[in-house]
């Protein structure tokens, strides 16, 4: 099979996919107590009224009704409105998604560069103190949990030394010049297409803390695997010819060790990723980040399984795509592997 | 950073570079680090007369005093509230919306800011005739909308009638008072009741946010959806909204009343007290209003560096809510003991710290007109074990047979001590000896299905008021037709006459009736009342204008920020 039949026939499987995936969380959210309207039962609203909000909901509809309008909706390209609000899913979707990127992005980069720095050169140092420091670290980040290590990094960086904001994406005031300038919702590429740097420059302030803690706590895994993949690897006689050969340390380190153990750290690199993409919902809160992994909490709790659905359904198309490039990427990396 | 600090700053920093270059790896030369030791030394005091010459010209050349201080511009706010619905007002019905409402828009009337006072505002006078059935309200004659409209007795018909028409969620507080409205001159309507209801209530119905006015020109005859709003006569207006994220207010120039003292209200939502309380203390925000448990007011009260605001409470008001057509809560000996168990002080003490809420011994709060503490009358202000154990005697149980139970609470819902709440009243019942508690918790939406689908017997719940009267709370507690939605399933057909009676009278009249509602609620204890909840804001020091009172409702436009 070429690479162009790979890449195609990956992206028809995701439909499927997304199907079972869609069908799941329909059944799973209906099975679960309680509809959208529940949530405004505390107060002592009129029954016809509640009735009338369940009409137009479509809650009173059999099930396979309501299964096969949503499929069709699906499928039409329409994700439907939000119960409540009546907003459109895309509206939020839209809102929260680029946040939710912007965040993955910087967080696998910390994640990596420590992860994959720190676990090579432990490797390279097995059997000595540092190595022993390498795996132990892993274990500790990997151990602690996220919201806990974002709340002291908050404390002592924030708070005490003042040195980051506590929470957000943009200071408040610009998030509002923000909100009437932006084009794409990326900040990085709208402050740049707008010569904005000063948006930029507020965004990365704001951006570093929160990324800094999810890639830490990231990092004890790609440690613990660079340091196993890559100590494996340089116990290889390929890697003793090389040394005999004369080759530099740092050569037979990064060339021979880490480049032969990266399949299962890029594996590992595309699984995160797409897990970070679905939001890291712990530090989303505890930094007030605005992404997707809260909005479908929040939206679980309010039981508005359009925005649920709406929100899964980019989910595993994202997850579908993150795969594909980890799937292509091992063709470069591995120049054996040929699809 | 002052300039004496850059100087120290200087001075230090060119110590220890002395130092590090003077202590670098090399072989010591005794005779050559006296020789540097006195270079040292001379350079160190050259640096102290220079540095000490500098900041003595610099004090002496001071500039003038600071100017007299401004007011902030823009206030940024923070809350872990959000809209849950729209800001329309025939539609809104959570608190946050609500309160948006109030600070866009205005009615007839409103509560005088820090009293439980109704005073006109677009109803210059009224009269009431037809023994209290018919009301006429000559309107304001300066009013406009934002868009330069005027404000007239056709607006205000089309507003009530907007509400009614549209007959969402909130409705019903006017659709059930106003049985025809008429425009009887350019600044004049007439109200026909469909009762001769009281005065105050009357006043206090027409004061909500859904009696409203909104401009008849551009005000849509169906629900506006977010992020638009209606054109309204208010303080402020809603000048950019992202939805879950931020609102924008900005001052009405066309408000015909006091200016807001700040120009620009940014209000930043956040999905916890903890990110909320964080961002307040880095001073991010100049203020934050609702939710903080009482450990963070407290914790706050205690570091000074933040002023808190509190405020009378009287939402929520927190209780709890017996099924009585269930076993074992049918019978009203149960019910009864278990009011003897309740140790509201205990509550208040230990999970509020005594000072960040009060005990309630009656559904209508402290403060309201009508308020006794029918509860501590009827049961005592503390618990009497051994009055519940002989009430649980008579209705059967004993040590070998004992009440047996599942009291439920929501853990997130209200407060972060619900499970508290729950242990301090688990505790008070089986100190009696006869009885085994079981609690049980679930998230909201569950937990409202399963007292909906009266699955459970016994829960705590909370209430927040839609208008500032003592009808309403009560009617929505024990008047059959009114607490169908709480599923208590408590009918008593003299509590009913005597609610339906009370809307009807004013003064010492409704007093009597009201109070005789809450001693029959205390006897029969369908619902026995907990504790009512303080209001708290916490704000940079340099925030001013903060009015936390009964009305509930949070003024943005009396806020200010003087900064130098």
Sequence with gaps: MSLKSYIITRLLLTIPMVFILLSIVFVVLRVLPGDPVTMLEGKDIPEEVLQRRREELGLNKPIHEQYLSYLINIFQGNLGETALTKVPVTYFIIQRLPATVELAIMSMIFAVIIGIFLGSYGAYKFHRPLSYIVRIYGMIVYSIPVFFLGLLLIYILSISLGMFPTSLRLSPLLEIEYSTIKITNFILIDSIILNRYDILYDWLHHLFLPSLVLGIYLSGIFVRLTHAQVAETLFKDFVTAARARGITERRILYKYGLRNALIPIVTMMGLQFAALLSGAVLTETVFNWPGIGSLVYESILARDYNLVQGSIVIYAFLVALVSLIVDITYAYIDPRIRY | MAPLNILYLFFYTSILLSILYLTRKQKINYKKIRAVSKTVIIVAVVIIIVAAGVGLYLYLTAPAPPPPPKIKETL??????????????????????????????????????GTAKLRNVLAKSYSITDGGKVWIINLVENAKFRDGSEFDANAMAFSLNRTIKLNQDPAFLIGDLIDKIEVTGKYQIKLTLKQPFGEEYTKALLSTWVAYAVNPKTSPMEVVKPPNTLDMIGPYYVSKWEIGQFIELTA???????????????????????????AVKAGELDLAFRT?????????????????????????????????????????????????????????????????????????????FGHIDAFKDRYGAKPDIEKAKQLLRQAGYSENNKLKFELWYTPVRYTPVEGDVAAILKEGIEATGLAEVTLKNAEWGTYRTLFKEEKISVWLLGWYPDFLDSDNYVRPFYHSGGNGWLHVNYKNSQIDQLIDEQVLKSGTERENLLKQIQQIAAEDAPIIPLWQEGQFAIAQPYVKGIVLDYSQIFRYWLIYAEVK
């Design chain 2, 292 to 368: 903080f448990s009482p450990a963070q007011v407290d914790a706050v009260m205690k570091e000074g560096k933040l002023q808190v605001v509190s405020g009378p409470g009287i939402a929520p008001i927190r209780y709890l809510v017996f099924n009585v057509n269930k076993e074992p809560f049918n019978n009203k000996l149960v019910r009864q003991a278990i009011a003897y168990t309740i140790d509201r002080e205990r509550i208040v003490n230990t999970l509020f710290l005594g000072k960040l809420a009060q005990p309630l011994y009656s559904m209508v709060p402290i403060g309201f």
């Design chain 2, 76 to 113: 940024i706010v923070g809350t872990t509230d959000s809209v849950q619905t729209t800001l329309d007002p025939a539609e809104a019905y959570d608190y946050f919306g609500v309160n948006m409402i109030q600070n866009i828009g205005t009615g007839l009337f409103e509560y005088e800011p």
């Design chain 2, 252 to 278: 009405n120039p066309n408000w015909f009343g006091e200016k807001p003292k700040t120009q620009k209200i940014v209000i930043k939502f956040y999905k916890d007290a903890d990110s909320l309380l964080s």
